[in-house]
């Protein structure tokens, strides 16, 4: 019974505690999705004012208050942490955490002045670990920017 408790501990509880609480180097996640080049994997994905995998929309708002109502709705959602960056700064870097093991992708996004009063954001979403993300990554920013739509025209 010792052993099977200890194979546990070697093999389930050790891994599990390393990928909920590691932190990962600011360098390496905090990158500025304008310039960002992804990896090999197909685990991310881009929405830029041009180019990407999908083009950003303009929002009729300042970028500053683009970057204050993103960071509220996405600080609303669950398992979600800021890992560098403000609002303030126009360039934040969140990380959500899948809910039962808790496999961190980071979100880094730029807010964007596109004059008269209009801004829109680039948004790099990228997975951690693995080399595929199911989707997940392309869903969540979907998702995120259909909702700070719906919130500042509404």
């Known amino acids: 019974m010792r052993y099977i408790l200890l194979l546990i501990l070697l093999f389930v509880l050790i891994p599990t505690g390393y990928v909920r609480f590691s932190k990962g180097a600011l360098s390496r996640w905090h990158v500025d999705p304008l310039t960002a080049v992804p990896g090999e ?12 995998q999908a083009r950003s929309p303009v929002f009729p708002i300042s970028t500053e208050k683009l970057a204050v109502e993103f960071d509220n709705l996405v600080m609303g959602e669950p398992n979600v942490t ?22 961190p992708d980071y ?22 670990y693995g080399r595929s993300d199911f989707g997940v990554n392309r869903a969540r920013v979907e998702r995120w920017v259909k909702a700070l739509g719906q919130a500042v025209s509404g």
Do not use: W
């Open 82 to 103: 800021r890992f560098a960056g403000s609002p303030a700064e126009l360039h934040v870097t969140y990380i959500q955490r899948s809910r039962r093991i808790g496999y």
């Open 41 to 52: 994997k197909s685990n991310y994905f881009q929405m830029l004012p041009s180019g990407g």
């Open 107 to 128: 979100v880094s996004v730029r807010f964007i002045d596109c004059a008269d009063g209009t801004s829109t954001l680039a948004v790099f979403s990228r997975a951690r």
